[in-house]
């Protein structure tokens, strides 16, 4: 079965930096899309960033110059480094996969929370 375990998430002062990590099994993780989304309280889920399995990549507007997204195929795992975080997106980030840029599968989540 797939599982997806995220790491990474803690606290951090607006401005700062966090770097996520999600490790895959279950999955043939070198032909998989990749992705993270965020969910913040109260509000729906969304997209953060994602990347093909041939390492194309592409990020909601407001993280674009700011975030990050990669992968290592040899250690199953996607990464996304955060850089000048703000208090707007403190919440649970959630790693996915699926083929073709479906994502059918998700992790639990790790919290993040940046404060001012």
């Known amino acids: 079965q797939v599982q997806l375990v995220e790491s990474g998430g803690g606290l951090v002062q607006a401005g700062g930096s966090l770097r996520l990590s999600c490790v895959a099994s279950?999955?043939?993780?070198?032909?998989?899309?990749m992705g993270w989304y965020r969910q913040a309280p109260g509000k729906q889920r969304e997209l953060v960033a994602r990347?093909?399995?041939?390492?194309?990549?592409a990020y909601a507007d407001s993280v674009k110059g700011r975030f990050t997204i990669s992968r290592d195929n040899a250690k199953n795992t996607v990464y996304l480094e955060m850089n000048s975080l703000k208090t707007e997106e403190t919440g649970v980030y959630y790693c996915?996969?699926?083929?073709?840029?479906?994502?059918?599968?998700w992790g639990q989540g790790t919290q993040v929370t940046v404060s001012s």
């Open positions: 990347i093909t399995s041939g390492g194309s990549t």
């Open positions: 996915t996969t699926g083929s073709n840029l479906r994502f059918t599968d």
């Open positions: 279950g999955i043939v993780f070198r032909i998989n899309a």
